[in-house]
């Protein structure tokens, strides 16, 4: 029985941090699934046409991958998104793996970041790991994608784990969902005398999100904003690939899947 764990990203388009966590998030599956031949598959259909127009770099969509597993004679696969959330790019991949179904003799899948509480509580616990420490006059805005799906509500769920931590300096926002920045800018008041602002996204690559519009030199970026309004804004571009820890959650539902 030939093996195989699919492991399915967004993607990005900036290679420095497709390899410092999509790749890094691959070597670790790798590594914890000796047995299995490890692929890649995005679910952005607009990174898979730039990497390929751009770079030349062809990068599998969920369906072309499993169907190459299929002709390859591969019977058993684990399917590991690494999606944050349960969202509209996860339903894209079910979805697309539905015809495959009957195809393998297994088919089994690992969930999203974010899909159970001992997640929220994992990754909060992560999150602290590399945080700036809670300090006087200082908040941590961390920034995620949003969606209009309803998995949005994970942003609120994790803010309210990390406020269970002790850390109720940090505020969580997203870029095209709820809260926006608009709601940032009410919970940064709230916190009272704040003066300094730490920024990181809450993004699995800080890629172009986290370059431009958390960072980036545009008056509409939340760094240009928040300097606007009269804070020290200082942006830490880490995604949670580059998390060992964050990391180490995926494993585990990979893990979970392989078992079931």
Not at 21 to 44: G, K, Q, Y
Not at 109 to 120: E, K, Q, V
Not at 200 to 211: E, F, T
Request: net charge negative.
């Amino acid at each position: 029985m030939r093996k195989a764990i699919l492991a399915v990203s967004f993607g990005t388009t900036f290679p420095d941090t497709l390899e410092k966590n999509i790749a890094a998030i691959e070597a670790d599956l790798a590594a914890a699934f000796p047995d299995r031949v490890l692929r890649r598959a995005f679910t952005s259909g607009m990174v898979i046409r730039r990497l390929r127009e751009r770079d030349g770099l062809e990068i599998d969509n969920v369906a072309q991958a499993l169907e190459r597993l299929r002709q390859e004679g591969f019977t058993d696969v684990v399917v590991q998104a690494t999606h944050v959330m349960n969202g509209d790019e996860y339903d894209k991949l079910r979805a697309l793996a539905v015809p495959y179904e009957g195809v393998f003799s297994r088919l089994a899948f690992g969930a999203p970041l974010l899909s159970s509480t001992r997640d929220y509580r994992e990754t909060a616990a992560a999150l602290l790991e590399r945080l700036p420490e809670q300090e006087p006059g200082q908040a941590v805005v961390l920034m995620g994608h949003g969606t209009v799906h309803h998995a949005n509500a994970v942003y609120a769920a994790l803010e309210y784990v990390l406020r269970d931590a002790g850390r109720r300096d940090i505020a969580v926002g997203t870029v095209e969902g709820y809260p926006e920045f608009g709601e940032i800018c009410r919970r940064l008041e709230e916190m009272g005398d704040v003066r300094r602002v730490v920024c990181m996204p809450l993004m699995v690559v800080a890629g172009d999100h986290a370059k431009n519009d958390l960072d980036g030199e545009d008056e509409n970026s939340w760094r240009s904003m928040l300097t606007a309004r009269g804070y020290q804004v200082r942006c830490i571009l880490e995604g949670l690939g580059e998390n060992p820890a964050i990391r180490a959650i995926f494993v585990r539902h990979a893990k979970e899947a392989a078992e079931k």
